[in-house]
């Protein structure tokens, strides 16, 4: 099993260009989740999905939007990016209630 | 608002000492969840905590929860340079498991 997959690993945008970043996982979770590590700061959720179809805010949703049309992918878009969207992205998944694994992380930066 | 306050935020220890970590956390929940990091890393889940009194340990790592007090502890028992990392904890709101919200971190240092 490969566990929780990112693409890409690192990315440099442009102020005002766009990008989706891709997470899949094979352990068959119903629940994935968007985090964003910034310096000195613990992981701040974006978004989150209960399953296939379903997405919701989490803590810093905002210049972010997703998507989990398939059970195993959950898309993160940056429609507009911005220097403030600088950081580390980690996605994570989850059986229900239980302990959430991680994928290697994706380091953007947006100039 | 949940929110989630580790302590110390640095620490730098010898190797063979023990030491504490601290998290509180400000509102009610019935589980926590305690991460390692490496530099440069993704996260590694250590322990999960399900109950009040839980304790769980691992080599020289030791978490324990206390749900009345909001408080976990993580203790390093006789720490050796391997275990220099930044270690969380992530507590989610009460009846969910869902949102976590993630202690900003202790980032320890075991020097020889």
């Known amino acids: 099993n490969a566990g929780v997959t990112q693409t890409p690993k690192f990315r440099v945008l442009k102020t005002g260009q766009s990008m989706t970043l891709l997470c899949a996982q094979d352990?068959?979770?119903?629940?994935m989740y968007w985090y964003r590590q910034d310096p000195g700061m613990g992981l701040r959720l974006i978004h989150y999905?209960?399953?296939?179809?379903?997405?919701a805010k989490g803590e810093v949703p905002d210049g972010y939007n997703v998507s989990r049309l398939k059970k195993q992918n959950f898309l993160l878009g940056l429609e507009s990016a911005a220097p403030s969207q600088t950081s580390v992205y980690f996605c994570?998944?989850?059986?229900?209630?239980?302990?959430?694994?991680f994928g290697p992380g994706t380091r953007l930066t947006v100039l | 608002e949940l929110k989630v306050e580790q302590n110390p935020l640095f620490l730098s220890m010898q190797e063979g000492k023990n030491y504490t970590i601290y998290c509180n956390y400000s509102?009610?929940?019935?589980?926590l969840y305690w991460y390692r990091q490496d530099p440069g890393k993704s996260l590694e889940s250590l322990f999960v905590?399900?109950?009040?009194?839980a304790v769980k340990q691992e080599g020289r790592l030791m978490a324990s929860l206390d749900t009345k007090a909001r408080l976990s502890t993580l203790h390093i028992t006789a720490a050796v340079h391997d275990l220099s990392a930044t270690y969380f904890c992530?507590?989610?709101?009460?009846?969910?498991?869902?949102?976590?919200?993630f202690g900003t971190g202790t980032r320890l240092q075991v020097t020889l």
């Open positions: 994570a998944s989850s059986k229900y209630y239980n302990e959430q694994f």
């Open positions: 352990m068959n979770h119903e629940y």
């Open positions: 999905s209960v399953g296939e179809g379903t997405t």
């Open positions: 509102t009610t929940s019935d589980r």
């Open positions: 905590l399900l109950s009040n009194g």
């Open positions: 992530a507590v989610p709101p009460a009846g969910t498991a869902s949102k976590l919200t």
